[in-house]
């Protein structure tokens, strides 16, 4: 009997364990669905918008409520000044604030920013980094808090902090993963948003300052070196392997435009569009729709999908700018490509056995032609070592002293002779252009993108 009991106990005593284990991975597993739904949620809320103002405020709501706390504030980096500064204060005493400046390493945020380490800081008063500059100026205690890098290109851009968790409870080491998680995507969009703002400032200096030619063209310039800086770097270490690009301005600023990146583990994204103005009414359109297009794009999305979701945010009654685009996604593993075209100029795809091919698909309207446009994809497939070459009409329409177009069939022989690839295929092209011309001057962009489907190592 003894043995009996003793064997039901055992069995009592494993069933037990059994429950409880199972019941810690089911809470484990409702933690990480209710913090992927958090993260969804940020990563909605900092997408929704381009403009640097609005987007720190919808940073800070968001941080402020997802992590329970009584405050947030988000604390930029100069980098010109080597301090940190608010952009954006809210409450009675805001202006204050505003004036407030930190030195790298001064106080908590300065710390933070200057070591890239995030801090839970859970008794702010006896911590040896706390300075009370800010809560002095607007009298607020703070008790508890969170402070993490805000971190783009490897660069710390900003601190986002959290203060004084609700309840009068500390943060958790949970909660500063949380916030880190947050911090990411947050910075991506505060990047864009920063390289928005001051291009958009840039440009509108232009316009205030046309009669003074020679500062007009130093703001052209930084114009320039602003709007290069959304466009990607090929051949550089970071850069998709098969994937190459230029481009040439007609003017220092330009509506021609590229971008490419890695999304997810096998696909490549890529796009490339023309505006229809040129100068500085182009490069605000063309900066406006790739920050678009970086806040939209996911993984799963179609081309088609995406492009009519930019498409719904450009679109304004009163505007006569608009945008063709050709975009696509290509799996690098089984090479299935799927596209969406709207109105663009119609890429080649050159074969393994050197036969070019036009991309043919569906075409829609250019983006800001209409509001709800559904735009279509497409699908085809690229072998190993074949290549698909797009390009803005200023290849196709360049002209020659005596106005003639060098035309797209010009371009297709091109490419059924030239045997090279990667950046000596697109010098090898605008070559040719420049050969053509013949000494004309340049009267639109220039933008080539090429993209070989390459054998992905290991």
């Not at 920013?113 to 800081?121: L, R």
């Not at 990411?184 to 390289?195: G, K, R, T, W």
């Amino acid at each position: 009997m003894y043995i009996i009991a003793a064997g039901l106990m055992v069995l009592a005593v494993a069933a037990l364990a059994a429950w409880g284990w199972s019941e810690r991975r089911r809470q484990a597993a409702e933690r990480e669905l209710t913090r992927t739904l958090q993260l969804f949620e940020v990563s909605l809320e900092v997408n929704s918008t381009i403009l640097k103002r609005d987007l720190l405020q919808k940073i800070m709501e968001t941080s402020e409520r997802i992590m329970d706390a009584e405050a947030s504030s988000v604390i930029l980096v100069d980098a010109e000044k080597g301090d940190l500064f608010f952009e954006l204060a809210l409450g009675g005493k805001g202006d204050e604030v505003r004036e407030i400046r930190l030195k790298m390493g001064e106080g908590i945020a300065g710390w933070v920013a200057q070591t890239g380490e995030p801090v839970k800081i859970d008794d702010a008063a006896r911590d040896e980094r706390w300075s009370s500059k800010v809560a002095n100026r607007v009298d607020y205690a703070t008790r508890t808090m969170l402070c993490v890098p805000l971190m783009s290109k490897g660069e710390v851009i900003g601190v986002l902090q959290v203060l004084n968790k609700r309840g009068g409870k500390i943060f958790s080491d949970r909660d500063l993963k949380l916030l880190q998680s947050v911090a990411s995507p947050a910075a991506m969009s505060l990047e864009n948003a920063m390289l928005y703002d001051a291009l958009e400032k840039s440009l509108h200096a232009l316009k205030d300052t046309v009669a003074a030619k020679e500062r007009m063209e130093s703001e052209l310039r930084i114009a320039n070196q602003i709007q290069m800086g959304f466009l990607p770097r090929s051949g550089t270490a970071s850069a998709p392997a098969g994937v190459d690009a230029t481009i040439r301005p007609a003017r220092e600023v330009g509506g021609d435009f590229y971008d490419f990146f890695p999304l997810g583990d096998h696909w490549l994204f890529f796009t490339l569009g023309d505006v229809s103005d040129k100068g500085i009414p182009a490069a605000l359109f063309m900066a406006a729709t790739m920050t678009l297009i970086k806040g939209k794009v996911r993984e799963g999305m179609t081309p088609g999908e995406l492009l009519t979701q930019v498409n719904r945010e450009l679109y304004k009654d009163d505007s006569a700018m608009f945008a063709t685009i050709f975009c696509g996604m290509l799996d690098t593993d089984s090479g299935r490509l799927l596209y969406s075209d709207g109105g663009h100029c119609t890429p080649y795809v050159v074969r393994s056995d050197g036969t070019v091919e036009p991309l043919r698909g569906r075409k829609g309207l250019p983006l800001g032609v209409m509001d709800d446009t559904e735009y279509a994809d497409n699908e085809n497939r690229l072998e190993v070592g074949e290549r698909l070459v797009l390009y803005t009409d200023g290849i196709s329409e360049a002209e020659d002293p005596q106005q003639l177009q060098y035309g797209t069939a010009r371009l297709q022989e091109l490419l059924s002779r030239e045997r090279t690839g990667g950046a000596t295929l697109l010098k090898s092209i605008v070559a040719d252009v420049d050969r053509f011309a013949r000494g004309a001057v340049q009267s639109d962009d220039i933008a080539v993108l090429a993209i070989e489907r390459t054998l992905r190592a290991g």
